[in-house]
């Protein structure tokens, strides 16, 4: 069954369906991260239905985006969504595998790309039985490896990758950046209050970027009394 939802009231609209990968807060969280500036041109890896690209789109509109997107109902959605807000020309699918990007995309044709990619490796724990969901949750169709590849091929020199993933895997995910030649440049974790244990890691990177990680301050999603946190607020549109 699908469902269309907006973002904010009068803004952008995005869909999901409940046999494909359910939007959630790591998506949100990860579209605060990129700086953004009009005129950019972005590559989402592994797009799902559009919602990282429209959450840039209704912070920054005019960016273009292209979603590649290897489930082929996916990105039907996906061109659905672009249809149904008018972004024609700004946001369009590019249906394919990440692993063969250089048949998909041009080389260092892109400023910015994200990626929501898989947590868990191949073999880890118990996967759903559908196909699609089991490539959204553990590396079955893709690694770390293959997504830093790609990115570092369709970034220009000085361009930025910005992805998020799990703490438990920030060694794995720091290898895969160096040995594909992105730096490691901004690393910001996210807590769900306070002085708790990170759930989550937003990490920027940068083709040709010098030595050099910068750690921000934690983003946290709840008050002490439970609340949601005011930056929360922000990225999820409830506050200016």
């Known amino acids: 069954m699908e469902h ?6 009068g803004g952008l609209r995005f869909v999901w369906e409940d046999k494909l990968f359910r939007p959630g807060t790591d998506t949100f969280l990860l579209s605060s991260l990129p700086r953004l500036k009009p005129g950019l041109q972005i590559c989402d ?4 239905t559009g919602l990282l ?12 985006v292209a979603g590649v997107e290897i489930d082929p109902e996916a990105a039907a959605l996906l061109e659905r969504a672009a249809a149904e807000n008018g972004l024609e020309g700004r946001l369009a699918a590019c249906r394919g595998d990440l692993r063969d990007i250089r048949s998909l995309l041009p080389a260092g044709g892109f400023d910015l790309v994200v990626c929501n990619p898989p947590y868990y490796a191949s073999g880890a724990g118990k996967l759903p039985r559908e196909e699609s969901l089991r490539a959204a949750r553990a590396e079955t169709a893709c690694t770390l490896e293959d997504i ?7 970034l220009r020199w000085g361009g930025a990758l910005c992805l998020v993933h799990k703490p438990e895997r920030l060694t794995d995910l720091l290898c895969a950046l160096r040995a594909a030649a992105l730096e490691p440049k901004r690393l910001r974790t996210v807590c769900r209050r306070a002085g708790e244990r990170p759930s989550l890691a937003l990490l920027e990177a940068r083709r040709g970027g010098s030595p050099g990680l910068s750690w921000e301050p934690p983003l946290i999603l709840e008050t002490a009394e439970g609340r949601p946190a ?4 922000r990225i999820y549109f409830r506050a200016p």
């Open 4 to 9: 269309w939802e907006y973002l904010t009231p």
């Open 45 to 48: 890896l592994g797009s799902g």
């Open 53 to 64: 690209a429209l959450l840039l789109l209704q912070r920054q509109p005019e960016l273009t």
């Open 148 to 154: 830093c590849r790609a990115a570092a091929y369709l």
């Open 230 to 233: 005011p930056e929360l607020d």
